[in-house]
């Protein structure tokens, strides 16, 4: 293979430098970082990359916050004093390291490999910091596996069930639909290069439909707005499929050729006329047949599927059942129709193919179960937590169980963190990280279809370093390897690129981006066939297990003491957890005024948010742009964010999803009342 001409800037004077955003956003974007005396001043979008065209969000623009920030962890440290208090002593490297190899060893020894337990997600990084050294080494030692199911896993299991995670319509292509219905999903706050070309389209005469429980910025200027009650996006569909076929708008004939399960699909929609979908969920009747009716008659139509309907106990079912609809009724096979979720999948990296050993025969422990791990799993128990690439006291459900595992002073907790995050707080060793400006990686696009390089613009600050090094340091001193590769960061990323489809590492080694072959714009069912094994859709796939049965509904789990629904949807200020440290204010709970004035509540006032797991106390924001029973608080939200130091997650149980074992964020049932007036 050709030598990887990519590098750190030789000269720490004044210069630009070409990187990219893994940060956990479908359209990685590229960027162009100005560095004066070995300090980032501007962080800029490129044109590189034909989605980005220039334009970045805040939250990368002023990325260089947190390489800075004051609560940035710049050397190893060991606990002193009581866990949660936040007090360390500094190390050295080799010293935290070998500590963390000792208590490794005597797990082991104690309780078996499987005491160990790697927890991360690593949806903000990118091909080489996670699942690459990391998987490497924690499957050579034999730890517990993780299901990383806390995000994606229904979404993910549905598009593989029905279409084989086909590739989407793309960012451009919106521009030639005449009905767009973005349902779960907000790119203003998260995949802004969509938002564009949507308008775009409405220029051009297409109706915007938007479906979300929030008024989002989209939706404020759709054509028609429904605002479903958390969890009931399963009915709303299956009665729109029972309509397209009632009304003779379903294209029988496509189906015949290009879909199995029809008839099965068919009878799990025929209960729910669309009168009683509007009963369940909230929505006017009269706007459910108005989107039916445009839905039948209008094409090109596309679907923006997000992951907002998927965090619920019906959420696979209802994906399943969304990107069901332009089959049903024929929109595939045209420029601007058929729907978009996540591309991930285009690029051909396959992870058993990269990290290269086998999976090993250990635990399996859901991520979304983080508690009920630290506290009640006792055959082996977990001895060794080793948290990296998250923040889960402030990302997983049942929050109060997380910290009440992360107290016992039997466990030996290690995180490697940029910042002092919550989770950072509860270590017993914090390694340093260096952020995507500070090190190698490989980006790749989810909804704008490029794959990047990402190369370091500054040194590492402090002491920090990637997960390449420390998996590798930890493999040599724990005996899974005979000696250190000794790659560094440049042969890592030689020994990935050499594992991927042919023709992207040429381009990955120029610094250009690599735009999916024959997949730019590609054309659903024309340019890209579902890769499911007949090549069809398969609208009733009777081999995904459904805890409700497949396309089965779950009522709602509001009670009387408990009425309001909780969702915690993403935020224009972070990305996940991430630059949660730079929230300047107390968080604010969206509530509706049918549901604030009966309660006292007004505007500013501090308020009590409460359940049978826990309560968080924040501020008031009442607000028409959230239905009424419906409340809202922002994802990812530290500690420091809230009058109380909990967050919506210690309201959010840990009950999994129909399918795939995904969170139930948006099952938290809730009451709220005043606690102080403003």
Avoid at 191 to 211: E, F, R
Avoid at 361 to 366: G, H, I
Wanted: glycine residues 8%; hydrophobic residues 40%; contains cysteine.
């Amino acid at each position: 293979m050709a030598e990887l001409k990519v590098a750190p800037p030789k000269s720490w004077g004044h210069s630009t430098v070409h990187t990219a955003c893994p940060l956990d956003c479908p359209d990685c974007c590229s960027l162009d970082v100005t560095v004066e005396r070995g300090k980032v001043v501007k962080i800029d979008g490129s044109h590189a990359a034909p989605s980005t065209d220039g334009y970045i969000c805040g939250k990368v623009r002023h990325f260089d916050r947190r390489v800075y920030h004051e609560d940035r962890i710049l050397h190893p440290a060991v606990r002193k004093g009581a866990k949660g208090a936040g007090h360390f002593e500094r190390v050295t490297w080799d010293e935290a390291l070998d500590l963390i190899a000792e208590r490794m060893l005597e797990a082991r020894d104690k309780f078996g490999s499987a005491s160990v337990l790697p927890y991360h997600y690593g949806g903000s990084n990118g091909v080489l910091t996670n699942e690459f050294t990391d998987a490497r080494f924690f499957r050579r030692f034999g730890a517990s596996r993780l299901a990383r199911t806390v995000c994606a896993a229904p979404t993910g299991a549905a598009a593989v069930a029905l279409y084989g995670r086909m590739a989407g319509v793309s960012y451009d292509d919106y521009e030639a639909a005449r009905l767009i219905v973005v349902w779960g999903c907000n790119p203003s706050a998260s995949g802004i290069h969509l938002v564009s070309h949507i308008k775009q389209a409405q220029k051009n005469g297409a109706k915007l439909v938007v479906i979300d429980p929030r008024r989002t910025p989209l939706a404020r200027i759709a054509d028609l707005y429904l605002a479903p009650k958390p969890g009931t996006d399963l009915p709303v569909a299956l009665s729109l499929i029972r309509q397209l076929f009632h009304r003779g708008q379903a294209d029988l004939q496509w189906l015949a050729s290009h879909a199995t399960g029809v008839e099965e699909l068919r009878a799990a929609a025929e209960p729910w006329t669309i009168e009683r979908a509007a009963e369940e969920s909230g929505i006017d009747a009269a706007a459910m047949r108005q989107l039916a009716d445009w839905y039948g008659t209008i094409s090109p139509a596309v679907i923006r599927c997000g992951w907002g309907q998927e965090r619920n106990r019906n959420g696979g079912g209802a994906t399943m059942a969304i990107l069901a609809l332009p089959a049903i009724a024929g929109k595939f096979g045209v420029r601007g129709g058929g729907y978009t979720m996540s591309n991930s999948s285009v690029w051909g990296i396959q992870a058993e193919k990269v990290i290269d050993v086998p999976v090993q025969d250990s635990r399996l422990v859901n991520m979304n179960h983080l508690g009920r791990a630290l506290l009640d799993y006792k055959d082996p128990p977990v001895s060794v937590l080793f948290v990296y690439n998250c923040n889960p006291v402030a990302t997983v459900p049942d929050q109060n169980r997380i910290i009440r595992g992360l107290m016992r002073e039997d466990l030996f907790t290690v995180v490697h963190e940029q910042v002092m995050t919550d989770t950072a707080a509860y270590a017993d060793v914090v390694l340093p990280a260096t952020t995507f400006l500070e090190h190698y990686d490989l980006a790749k696009g989810y909804g704008a279809y490029h794959l990047h390089l990402v190369q370091p613009v500054i040194q590492p600050v402090g002491e920090s370093r990637p997960n390449h090094d420390v998996f590798e340091e930890l493999s040599v001193r724990l005996g899974l390897t005979e000696e250190t590769l000794d790659l560094g960061e440049c042969g890592a990323l030689l020994d990935l690129t050499s594992r991927l489809p042919e023709g992207h590492a040429a381009a990955i080694m120029a610094q250009q981006p690599v735009i999916a072959p024959g997949q730019n714009n590609p054309i659903q069912f024309v340019d890209v066939m579902p890769k499911t094994s007949d090549q069809k859709a398969h609208l009733f796939p009777a081999e995904v297990e459904s805890q409700n049965g497949l396309y089965g509904y779950a009522p709602d789990p509001a009670t009387d003491a408990h009425p309001l629904a909780l969702i915690s949807p993403a935020s224009e200020h972070t990305v996940s957890s991430t630059l949660g440290e730079l929230r300047p204010s107390v968080a604010r709970l969206k509530i509706s005024p049918a549901d604030a004035h009966p309660r006292a509540i007004a505007d500013g006032d501090q308020i009590r948010i409460f359940n049978d797991l826990g309560e968080v106390h924040c501020e008031a924001h009442v607000t028409p742009e959230i239905r009424p029973g419906t409340v809202s608080l922002p994802k990812g939200l530290w500690k420091k964010s809230t009058l109380n130091g909990f967050t919506s997650n210690a309201l959010v149980p840990d009950s999994l999803t129909d399918i795939a074992g995904g969170a139930c964020f948006n099952d938290a049932r809730v009451q709220v009342a005043l606690l102080a007036r403003h």
